[in-house]
C-alpha cells in the first residue's frame, strides 16, 4: 500500500449479517493472533445500578455453551496451548487468542460457538461475580484507581464515563442478583453488527474468509445500540479530593474535557501532540520539575482516544504536598504558553518522527499488531483511520497546536482532583 | 522456497546462530533475525543485588539506573532524552539477583544515532549527584510507599523471599533497604561501577537486523572497559525451614494477599526440570485458567482473581502475563501466589491451596492431567518469547544456566520425552508439603494467628448456591490441619518492612 504507514497488506470482508473481518498476513513463524472486538464496553452500562457490566460479562464469556461447556472449553484451551486472554474497557471489549496456526479451524468454531451460543447457569454467574469482586479488591490498594474513580465521578454528570470500567462498588456487589439482565446484554450487544475480528499472523486471507463464513455465517443480527447519553458542555471549574487509606505522595490530576477521537477534527488530531509536546518526557516542564527541581516523581498527559468526550489529563506525583498549587500553576503556565506561543518547528517534526517509529516498532508480533489496532478498530468500526489519523498528524502545524490549547485547556472544561495518602 | 523460509523462521525462534562473518563466542550472543527491522540489544554484566555490599542494599540496582537514567560524559540527561525522542528509542536496566542487563533497541534506521547513545550510557557514565538524588528519591518512594501499600501482590511475594533468603546474600529484594539506599553515595556508585562493570564480567546480546560492522563496533567498545574480575559467587545456602514457618504483615487491609513456598535445588536445563515444570504447569500456570489452584479458589468458588504457583522467579506477576527473562538465579524457590481473597476467606483459602499441593505431593499427577499438561506446554511455551528481545533475553539466560541448546527448543522437545514416572519422581524428589514459609498480608494479625495455631474450623459462605461436590469438598477444607506452632508465627507491621 504505497503511502500507506501501516507496513502490512490486509484483507478485509463483511459478512451480509454485519460482522467484519480482518486478516493482516505477517511473516510470524507459524502463530495467529485472533482479536474478537466487541464494540461496547463500560460506556454502554446506560442502566441504572448496572455500571461495570460490559466487564462482568467478557469474564462471563469464559463460562461455556451447550456445545462445549466451560469446563470442555477450558479444556480445549488447554490442549491447543492458546494464550487466551480478554480485558474490557471504557469503549470496547477485546477476546484475544495467541495459537499455532494448525489450530485456526479450531479456534474460529470454539470463538464462534460462544459468541452465538453462550450458556451458564445463575449459580455460575454469580460465582463469577466474586471473582470479579476480588479484581476490584484487588485494584483498591493502588492510589491511581482511587484517584481515577474519583476523577470521573466528579467530572461526568450524566455521560458513563462517569464511573471506570469495572463499575462503581455497590454494583459489583448487586451483581449476583442480575442474572436476568446478563441475558439481555448478550442479546443487545453481542451481535455480528457490533462485532469486528481481526485475524493476524500466518494465515491463509480467503481460507481464513472461508472459516469465517461457515462457523459465523449463521450468527443473527440484532445488535440494539444504547442510547448513551451526552454529557452536556461543562460550564466551570471543579475541584476535589480523595483520600487514599494507605501511604503515597501526593497525585494531581487536572482534567479537561476533550473530543472524541476525529481525524477530521484538527484541534482533536493536534491534541494528540499537545500532550507529548507539553508534558511528554523531552518537554520543558517534564525537564524542569523532574530533572533538574526533582519535585515531582513523574509527570505525564494522557490524550485518549474515544467515542464520546473524553478527558484529557495532565498528572502528576509530587514529593512535597506543599507543592501541589505550585505544580498546578506550573501547569498551567505551560499550557497558556503554549496558547501565545507557537511551538518550534523542529521539535514538531521530532514529536511526529516518534510517533511514525514508536508506531512501527510496535507492530512485531501478530499479538501486537492486532492488539495494537483493537481501540481504532472499537472506535472507528475499522482500521482505515490508522492512515487518515496518521495523514493528518503529519499536517498538524505550530498554529494547529495553538488552535487545539486555546480550545480545550480551558478552565470552564477543568476538573482537578488532589489524592492524598491517609498515612503519613 | 516457502518450505526454506519456513525451517528458517522456526529455527530463528529459539536458536542463536551466526551472523555472516560474526559468531556467537564466549562473550558474545548473536540472533539473526534479517526481516526485523530493529535491532535489540542486551548487554549483560554477571553482577546483581547480591553483590550489594552489607549496609548499601540497593547498590547494584542504583549503579545501573546510574547508566542508563542519567547523564553520560557527553550529554546530560535532558539532552539524552532530547535525542533519543523522535527515535521514538530507550535503552534500561534491570536487576534481579544475580544480572544486570542494560538493554535497548531501536529502528535501523536511527541505529546510527542511537548506537553512540547506548554505548556512552554503559562506557562513559557522568555519575552526578543531582541524577543520584533523583533516583535514591525514586527507589526510596517504591520500598515506602508503592510496595508496602499499593501493591500487597508483590509486598507478599518480596517478603517470602526475604525471609526465605534471609541472612544469605539473596536476603534483600532488588531495590534494597529503606535506609541503606538514603546512605547510597556517589563513591559508592563510582565503587560498584569500577569493580563490576569491567571487560571480564559480561555477556553482549545482539538480536534482529544487524550486520557483521554493528557487531564489530560494539564488541571493539565494549572491550574498553577495564580489566576486572568476572564474578563467581556460589549459590546461597538458605537456613531449613522447620514445619510451617508464618510471617503475618500486619496492615490496614480489606483483602488478605497469601504468598508460600520452599527453596529447591534445581534449575532449568535439566530434565528433572522439565518434569517438575509439567506438575508446577497443572498445579498453577501462570496467569491462565489451566491452573488447578485457579481453578478451585477462583473459578469453583469465586474468591478470588486468581492463584497460581512458580518454580523459577516469576516478579511482576500482576503485570506480565509470560515469563519474564533475565532474572536468572542459581536458587530457585517452590512459590504459591493467591492473589486477595476477602479476609473472611483468608484461613480458608490458605487450607485451600495447601490441601491441594499436599495432595499432588502426596499423590503425584494422574495419567490425565499428564497428557493434558504436557501438550499444553508443547504449545503455550511457543508464546513465551514472541519478540526478538525477548528470544534474545532466553539466549542470554541459556549461557547463565549453562542449557544444552536453547531452553525453549528443549522445552519442547522434553514434552515428548518425560513420562508420568518421571514427573512423579521430580515431585517427591524436590517437593515436600511441611516444610514451608507462609506469608500472609492482612489486617488484625493477632486474630489470624490465633486461628491459624488452634486449627480453628474456617466455614465459609457464598453468595451463591454450589454444587454438592464443593460443597462436600468444602466440609474437608474448613478443618483441614495446619500443623502451626505460636513460636513458628510472627507479626510484622507493615511500616517495619524495608526499613534497615
Known amino acids: 500500500m504505497a503511502g500507506s504507514i501501516f507496513p502490512y497488506e490486509y484483507k478485509q470482508e463483511v459478512l451480509p449479517n454485519g460482522l467484519k473481518v480482518i486478516m493482516i498476513p505477517m511473516d510470524s513463524p507459524g502463530l495467529v493472533a485472533y482479536y474478537s472486538i466487541v464494540r461496547t464496553g463500560s460506556r454502554d452500562e446506560v442502566e441504572k445500578g448496572k455500571s461495570g457490566f460490559a466487564h462482568f460479562f467478557e469474564h462471563m464469556m469464559f463460562r461455556g455453551t451447550k456445545n462445549y461447556p466451560g469446563p470442555v472449553y477450558d479444556s480445549i484451551m488447554t490442549t491447543i496451548g492458546a494464550d487466551a486472554n480478554a480485558y474490557t474497557t471504557d469503549d470496547l471489549t477485546a477476546y484475544h487468542l495467541n495459537f499455532a496456526k494448525d489450530d485456526l479451524e479450531k479456534v474460529v468454531e470454539l470463538e464462534s460457538d460462544r459468541f452465538q451460543n453462550l450458556s451458564y447457569p445463575e449459580s455460575g454467574f454469580q460465582t463469577e461475580a466474586g471473582a470479579v469482586y476480588g479484581e476490584y479488591r484487588k485494584g483498591i490498594t493502588q492510589p491511581f484507581w482511587v484517584l481515577n474513580e474519583k476523577m470521573q465521578n466528579l467530572a461526568y454528570d450524566v455521560h458513563t464515563y462517569k464511573h471506570t470500567t469495572i463499575g462503581f462498588e455497590e454494583d459489583i456487589k448487586a451483581m449476583p442478583q442480575a442474572f436476568e439482565y446478563s441475558k439481555g446484554f448478550f442479546n443487545r450487544f453481542y451481535r455480528p453488527e457490533n462485532v469486528v475480528l481481526v485475524v493476524a499472523g500466518d494465515i491463509d486471507p480467503s481460507a481464513t474468509v472461508t472459516l469465517v463464513k461457515k462457523y459465523y455465517g449463521g450468527w443473527e443480527k440484532g445488535y440494539v445500540q444504547p442510547q448513551v447519553t451526552p454529557e452536556p458542555p461543562q460550564k466551570k471549574e471543579r475541584i476535589g479530593n480523595v483520600s487514599y487509606s494507605g501511604k503515597t505522595l501526593p497525585i494531581i490530576d487536572i482534567a479537561y474535557k476533550g473530543d472524541a477521537l476525529d481525524p477530521e477534527n484538527t484541534d482533536y488530531v493536534a491534541s494528540l501532540l499537545l500532550g507529548d509536546l507539553a508534558f511528554g518526557e523531552n518537554s520543558d516542564l517534564y525537564k524542569k520539575l523532574y530533572i533538574q527541581e526533582q519535585k515531582v516523581q513523574f509527570i505525564g498527559a494522557s490524550i485518549p482516544m474515544n467515542r464520546d468526550v473524553p478527558l484529557f489529563e495532565i498528572y502528576s506525583m509530587v514529593k512535597s504536598e506543599n507543592d501541589l498549587d505550585y505544580i498546578r500553576d506550573e501547569v498551567y503556565k505551560t499550557l497558556e504558553t503554549f496558547k501565545t506561543n507557537p511551538v518550534d518547528a523542529t521539535k514538531l517534526e521530532n514529536l511526529k518522527k516518534r510517533n511514525k517509529y514508536s508506531f512501527l516498532m510496535g507492530l512485531d508480533t501478530p499479538d501486537n499488531v492486532a492488539g495494537g489496532l483493537a481501540r481504532l478498530v472499537a472506535v472507528t468500526g475499522g482500521i482505515d483511520i490508522v492512515d487518515q489519523l496518521y495523514g493528518q498528524m503529519e499536517k498538524v502545524t505550530p498554529e494547529h497546536i495553538t488552535s487545539a490549547a486555546k480550545k480545550y485547556f480551558v478552565p470552564e472544561r477543568r476538573t482537578v482532583v488532589v489524592l492524598k495518602g491517609v498515612q503519613k | ?500
Open chain 2, 1 to 500: 522456497m516457502k518450505t526454506i523460509v519456513r525451517i528458517f523462521t522456526v529455527l530463528t525462534l529459539f536458536v542463536s546462530i551466526h551472523c555472516g562473518g560474526s559468531v556467537s563466542d564466549d562473550k558474545t550472543v548473536l540472533l539473526t533475525v534479517p526481516n526485523d527491522p530493529t535491532v535489540s540489544f542486551r548487554v549483560w554484566f554477571k553482577v546483581g543485588s547480591q553483590n550489594d555490599p552489607p549496609g548499601k542494599e540497593g547498590l547494584a540496582n542504583i549503579t545501573a539506573s546510574m547508566l542508563t537514567d542519567a547523564a553520560t560524559k557527553q550529554n546530560s540527561y535532558e539532552q539524552i532524552l532530547d535525542k533519543l525522542y523522535p527515535l521514538a528509542a530507550s535503552y534500561n536496566a534491570s536487576t534481579s539477583v544475580e544480572m544486570t542487563v542494560i538493554s535497548g533497541r531501536s529502528h535501523k534506521d536511527n541505529l546510527k544515532e542511537y548506537f553512540p547513545l547506548f554505548t556512552q550510557a554503559i562506557l562513559e557514565p557522568a555519575l552526578k549527584q543531582d541524577d543520584l538524588d533523583r533516583i535514591k528519591s525514586r527507589v526510596t518512594n517504591y520500598l515506602e510507599n508503592i510496595l508496602r501499600y499499593a501493591s500487597d501482590e508483590e509486598l507478599g511475594k518480596a517478603v517470602l523471599y526475604n525471609e526465605i533468603f534471609a541472612g544469605t546474600p539473596y536476603g534483600h529484594i532488588d531495590e534494597g533497604l529503606i535506609e541503606s539506599v538514603k546512605s547510597i553515595t556517589l563513591d559508592d556508585v563510582r565503587g560498584f561501577y569500577q569493580e563490576h562493570y569491567t571487560k571480564d564480567n559480561f555477556v553482549v546480546g545482539v538480536g534482529g537486523g544487524f550486520d557483521d560492522t554493528l557487531v564489530r563496533q560494539l564488541k571493539e567498545q565494549l572491550a574498553g572497559l577495564p580489566v576486572g574480575k568476572s564474578n563467581k559467587a556460589l549459590p546461597p545456602s538458605p537456613k531449613a525451614i522447620n514445619g510451617m514457618e508464618v510471617v503475618i504483615v500486619e496492615k490496614d487491609a480489606a483483602s488478605t494477599a497469601i504468598s508460600m513456598g520452599f527453596p529447591m535445588d534445581l534449575l532449568r536445563g535439566s530434565k528433572e526440570w522439565y518434569a517438575l515444570a509439567i506438575a508446577n504447569s497443572w498445579l498453577g500456570e501462570h496467569r491462565n485458567s489451566s491452573s488447578h489452584l485457579y481453578h478451585v479458589i477462583r473459578e469453583s468458588r469465586g474468591l478470588n482473581y486468581g492463584d497460581y504457583s512458580y518454580i523459577e522467579n516469576f516478579p511482576n506477576g500482576g503485570r506480565l502475563s509470560m515469563p519474564p527473562q533475565n532474572v536468572a538465579r542459581r536458587k530457585q524457590i517452590f512459590e504459591i501466589w493467591i492473589r486477595p481473597v476477602p479476609n473472611e476467606a483468608r484461613h480458608f483459602a490458605l487450607r485451600a491451596a495447601l490441601r491441594e499441593f499436599q495432595m499432588l505431593v502426596e499423590k503425584g499427577m494422574t495419567q490425565e492431567n499428564f497428557e493434558l499438561t504436557r501438550n499444553f506446554l508443547k504449545k503455550y511455551v511457543l508464546h513465551y518469547a514472541p519478540t526478538t528481545m525477548e528470544r534474545l533475553g532466553y539466549a542470554l539466560d541459556d549461557r547463565f544456566y549453562d542449557v544444552d541448546g536453547s531452553h525453549l527448543e528443549r522445552f519442547r522437545k522434553m514434552m515428548d520425552e518425560i513420562t508420568l514416572a518421571d514427573v512423579n519422581a521430580a515431585i517427591k524428589k524436590h517437593w515436600q508439603y511441611g516444610d514451608m514459609k507462609v506469608v500472609i498480608i492482612t489486617n488484625e494479625a493477632e486474630k489470624m494467628k490465633d486461628a491459624l495455631v488452634s486449627n480453628t474450623p474456617s466455614p465459609i459462605t457464598y453468595t451463591s448456591p454450589k454444587p454438592e461436590d464443593i460443597l462436600t469438598e468444602d466440609k474437608e477444607i474448613i478443618s483441614f490441619p495446619l500443623d502451626i506452632k505460636t513460636e513458628s508465627v510472627k507479626t510484622i507491621p507493615v511500616a517495619d518492612l524495608f526499613v534497615k
